[in-house]
């Protein structure tokens, strides 16, 4: 059974950065973790992804403020954010698919089988 514990997440004025951290424990035949975020009164969005090639995907609000990366001697996931916004202000979640892919990681909800239980980040203007 994969496990899946965010840690990192806290308070800061807009503009300010932050670094969340994901430490996956458990076999998991895949290749593709992902961030999702979730709103007060939003549905979950996914927020940046990357395969174990490499290769990633952001949401469009996130590009250039936001870089994921992954450690896989060290089974973590990491998602740095810079110039951070109010409107980044949700609870994060760290997820894993099962499976492998070669193209560019999803970032819907319904491709990931594992989810964390989440940290808050909340920005103030």
């Known amino acids: 059974q994969v496990q899946l514990v965010e840690s990192g997440g806290g308070s800061v004025q807009a503009g300010g950065s932050l670094r969340l951290s994901c430490v996956a424990s458990?076999?998991?035949?895949?290749?593709?973790m992902g961030w999702f975020r979730q709103a007060p009164g939003k549905e979950r969005e996914g927020v940046a992804a990357?395969?174990?090639?490499?290769?990633?995907s952001y949401v469009d609000s996130v590009k250039g403020r936001f870089t994921i990366s992954s450690d896989n001697t060290e089974n973590t996931l990491t998602l740095q954010m810079n110039s951070l916004r109010p409107e980044d202000t949700a609870v994060y979640y760290c997820?894993?698919?099962?499976?492998?892919?070669?193209?560019?990681?999803?970032?819907?909800?319904?491709?990931?089988?594992?989810w964390g239980q989440g940290t808050q980040v909340t920005v103030s203007s």
């Open positions: 990357i395969q174990h090639f490499g290769r990633t």
């Open positions: 458990g076999y998991n035949n895949g290749n593709v």
């Open positions: 997820a894993e698919k099962v499976g492998w892919i070669s193209s560019i990681p999803p970032l819907e909800e319904r491709d990931y089988n594992y």
